[in-house]
């Protein structure tokens, strides 16, 4: 008969068997707990590798798409209109569509220009051209009419038309009326194509004008637009040629498209348009001509009030009647005292007998231009808003005698103040009857402003007629004014 284990290792061998169960089942706890923590760690990679494959695709496939669109490069050609007249056989040839012969010569020459491994190397031959002409068509179109370029201001839109329409890609662009806006319009547009992929080059004619010199001078350093910049050359004035060759930039010439030299127009507006209807005498001369013209100081405000002497009888003062803003770096002090008018009083006995109806001469029977008020700085401003959509007539105004048919001009009311504004900016204009003018109600100037000791413009429109050196602006006697014959 077997013999028991005695009660002492029973009960040290079921505490064995417990001890093993209990660690069993802890190594069981543990295997499944591992599975588990393993299983979710391989889902969350899983799921990674599936977002890294799709956005791996997704950005071949982007890249594909880019590079495709990029192999349609491109060059562009952005021009300031009013600096770059094109050359004057494109206008004599407006009957034969002298516009879509000036777009073929500038498309030619922009190609030539691209074959030439020297200039442009590793750049596509047959790459599309597009072309911006950036202009105030308006002030062109009279500058170019001065000039015998076109017979008529209208005749700019035929020109531009053909010009567009030659090419899908060629514009005309009008900026309106303001001395910024071409400026404007063509350096925003200059900086939207800089880091373009797809533009290789960017040809920009507007080195008449140093306004364009700081904008320029910003890319001196960058390596991604400075060699994609071509200055085309032009006319240009001594200082702006001298600005230029210090900038880092290669340049070129259109001569068979652009003119070479600026267009002489300061002497020629007066008999241009002394038939037509002009709101005020701003005249948009081309920027070339702008470096000329800021020799000419901006005069500053008379000391001469009108109070202070026989009323309506000081002949004009230097005024400035060009742009709306003026440069306070230009201003300059008033007048020589000898070139003030000494202004007697009214005679009759000396000439007519009613001074309102009869014209101011000095001793030399040179007609004076008897003293306007200087419209405010607010007046100016209002003036300027006014015309900034519709020239105010100043026939309608200032004669009250506008005989055009459907007058395209704004003859709507305007109060004593825009008319005193209207008439002492067309005082700007040389009447082109001279010294001799004897008609009454002429709004036109008779003398220079400045004054031949004053005024430093080689150009000045009123050389042309005579009106330039007349220094005795003393009243001598009224004479009677005649019927207006023109």
């Not at 015998?148 to 060629?170: A, G, V």
């Not at 880091?195 to 040809?203: D, K, L, S, T, V």
């Not at 002497?267 to 002009?278: I, P």
């Not at 202004?343 to 001469?361: E, F, H, Q, V």
């Amino acid at each position: 008969m077997a013999v028991l284990p005695n009660p002492h290792d029973l009960q040290r061998r079921l505490q064995d068997y417990r001890a093993f169960d209990e660690a069993r089942q802890s190594e069981f706890d543990f295997l499944v707990q591992s599975c588990v923590t393993l299983n979710t760690e391989r889902s969350t990679l899983q799921s990674d590798l599936d977002d890294e494959r799709n956005t791996r695709r997704s950005w071949r496939k982007r890249a594909e798409e880019a590079e495709a669109l990029v192999q349609r490069k491109f060059v562009v050609v952005l021009v300031d209109g009013d600096g770059y007249p094109f050359r004057k056989a494109f206008y004599d040839a407006l009957a034969t569509a002298g516009g879509s012969k000036a777009a073929n010569e500038l498309y030619n020459e922009v190609m030539n220009n691209l074959k030439t491994a020297e200039a442009f190397p590793n750049i596509n031959a047959d790459c599309d051209v597009l072309v911006n002409i950036y202009a105030n068509k308006m002030g062109l179109a009279r500058v170019l009419a001065a000039c015998d370029y076109i017979n008529h201001p209208s005749q700019i839109d035929q020109f531009f038309c053909s010009f567009t329409q030659s090419r899908s890609l060629f514009q005309f662009i009008d900026c309106g009326h303001g001395k910024e806006r071409v400026d404007a319009k063509l350096r925003d547009t200059f900086r939207f194509y800089a880091y373009n992929a797809q533009c290789q080059r960017i040809f920009l004619a507007c080195s008449h004008d140093n306004g364009y010199i700081a904008e320029l001078d910003k890319y001196r350093h960058d390596m991604i637009v400075m060699p994609k910049v071509m200055l085309v050359h032009a006319a240009q004035t001594p200082s702006a040629a001298k600005a230029y060759a210090n900038l880092p930039f290669k340049y070129t010439r259109f001569d068979k498209v652009f003119e070479t030299t600026a267009l002489d127009i300061t002497s020629k507006l007066d008999t241009a348009f002394s038939g037509t209807h002009l709101s005020g005498p701003y005249v948009e001369t081309p920027k070339a001509e702008q470096a000329v013209n800021e020799a000419t100081p901006t005069p500053s405000r008379s000391t001469h009030s009108s109070d202070n002497n026989t009323p309506g009888l000081q002949p004009l003062t230097p005024v400035d009647v060009n742009t709306k803003n003026t440069n306070t770096s230009q201003v300059a002090s008033p007048p020589p005292a000898a070139e003030v008018a000494k202004t007697n009083p009214p005679n009759p006995a000396n000439g007519a007998g009613d001074t309102k109806k009869s014209i101011p001469i000095n001793r030399f029977g040179q007609r004076i231009d008897l003293k306007l008020r200087m419209p405010s700085t607010a007046e100016m401003d209002k003036f300027e808003d006014r015309i900034y959509r519709r020239k105010l007539c100043n026939e309608h105004h200032l004669r009250d005698n506008c005989e055009a048919y459907g007058c395209r001009f704004d003859h709507d009311p305007i109060d004593a103040n825009m008319r005193n504004t209207l008439r002492y900016k067309a005082r700007s204009i040389p009447c082109a009857q001279g010294s001799k003018c004897r008609r009454l109600d002429c709004f036109y100037g008779h003398q220079c402003p400045w004054g031949s000791d004053n005024c430093f413009n080689p150009k000045c429109g009123f050389i042309r007629n005579g009106l330039h050196d007349i220094k005795d602006l003393e009243i001598a006697r009224f004479v009677p004014a005649t019927a207006a014959t023109y």
